[in-house]
């Protein structure tokens, strides 16, 4: 038996790897093209495991994935291979339509021509699942109640609109040609390996830089934060439960401001690392000018899938952001690893 995880060495597809195999012994063949955002040293710990097969390839490839498939035989693929910033989709979509709507579009073809000539029993029991966003539902009012499942598509960003696009061929495949693929829309993710141009890591590690730390417009924008731990045993439950065809909301109950978010995050610095001068983190905060269409608000109704799964988050808030503050304060090497490079020039183009 195996599984094909597609962006495996990204922020949530490589803790989701790890996470894996440190409960099965089913082998993982790992298919990333090793954009920016894709790093090999996330699955260090899995050199010379050959319970993990790593292919560096692009969703794009029809050829390349259908020949993996024919050759590794798997019963799952589980796709989290995306661009996945929005400010770098709004500085050049060209990626996020190439990676998001072609590469899914060329993955459920690839899947198609295989799973349409598995025996039946192989045949039924094989799942396409396809990581998606909140994103997807657009921008919420202060007092609107949180995304189900139902609620319409509305996205805003290149980023969103792709994740939409991708999600309307994944469930065409299912209703056109009867694929069983499965759906997943998360609420935004941190923890472990996160790429640092996400808030999160990016206010550690600015913060621990003597840096300033930049908040968009006025800091109110609210988001639903879930501990990535959490979203990958989601996913596997949903793999192994979920009905096919059908669409699962993801979140973990925890809206905060992003201003909120980066108060938190400096006074779990202050308790951990103090400043050498004894002041607050939190002198290091800047109000820089908005994102260009900026999402006020997402929420995410994920009581679908506690009812029907039984499936709830472990950490809170306060649990899984303490462990993720001393996480990047105890892995220097992986973190200098992704500071070098093109991490830097993004940087410089950003602020
Ligand atoms: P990420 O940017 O950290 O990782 C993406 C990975 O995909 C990288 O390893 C990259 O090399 C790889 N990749 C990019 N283009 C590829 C291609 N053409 N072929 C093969 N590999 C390619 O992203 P992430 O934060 O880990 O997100 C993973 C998935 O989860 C995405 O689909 C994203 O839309 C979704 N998602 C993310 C969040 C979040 O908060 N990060 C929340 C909900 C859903
Ligand atoms: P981000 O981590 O980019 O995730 P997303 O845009 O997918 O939600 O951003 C989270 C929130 O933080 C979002 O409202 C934008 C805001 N933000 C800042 O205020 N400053 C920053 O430097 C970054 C990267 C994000």
Not at 60 to 81: G, K, M, S, V, W
């Amino acid at each position: 038996m195996c599984v094909f995880v597609t962006g495996g060495a990204g922020f949530i597809g490589g803790n989701f790897v790890l996470d894996w195999l440190a409960q099965s012994d089913e082998l993982v063949v790992n298919i990333d093209k090793l954009t920016y955002a894709g790093n090999l040293q996330t699955l260090a710990s899995l050199q010379g495991d050959d319970r993990h097969v790593f292919v560096q390839a692009d969703i794009a490839d029809f050829e390349r994935i259908a020949e993996l498939l024919r050759t590794h035989q798997p019963r799952a693929l589980i796709n989290f291979a995306a661009e996945s910033h929005v400010d770098r989709s709004i500085h050049g979509p060209g990626e996020f339509i190439q990676t998001n709507v072609v590469g899914t579009f060329n993955l459920l073809e690839a899947c198609r021509g295989y799973w349409s000539e598995l025996p039946a029993a192989q045949r039924a029991g094989f799942r396409f699942l396809h990581v998606s966003t909140d994103e997807v539902y657009g921008s919420l009012t202060a007092d609107a109640p949180a995304f189900t499942e139902g609620h319409r598509y509305e996205p805003n960003s290149p980023y969103s609109a792709s994740k939409a696009a991708s999600d309307h061929l994944v469930r065409a495949w299912h209703h056109t040609y009867g694929l069983p693929v499965l759906t997943t829309h998360c609420s935004n993710n941190y923890g472990p390996y996160h790429f640092p141009e996400k808030l999160i890591p990016l206010v550690i590690l600015r913060a621990l830089a003597g840096e300033a730390l930049p908040i968009y417009g006025d800091g109110q924008q609210v988001r639903d934060w879930l501990y990535v731990k959490d979203h990958c045993s989601a996913i596997r439950r949903v793999l192994e439960q979920g009905q096919v065809g059908e669409t699962y909301n993801v979140g973990g109950w925890n809206e905060k401001s992003n201003l909120e978010v980066v108060h938190t995050l400096c006074d779990l610095l202050d308790e951990q690392r103090p400043r050498a001068d004894g002041r607050s983190y939190r002198e290091q905060i800047r109000f820089v000018q908005d994102r260009p269409g900026h999402d006020r608000r997402y929420a995410i109704d994920a009581s679908r899938l506690e009812r029907e799964l039984g499936w709830r988050p472990q950490e809170t808030f306060a649990s899984g952001l303490q462990q993720t503050v001393t996480w990047y304060l105890h892995n220097t090497a992986w973190i200098e690893g992704v500071t070098s490079g093109s991490y830097r020039q993004w940087l410089a183009q950003q602020y």
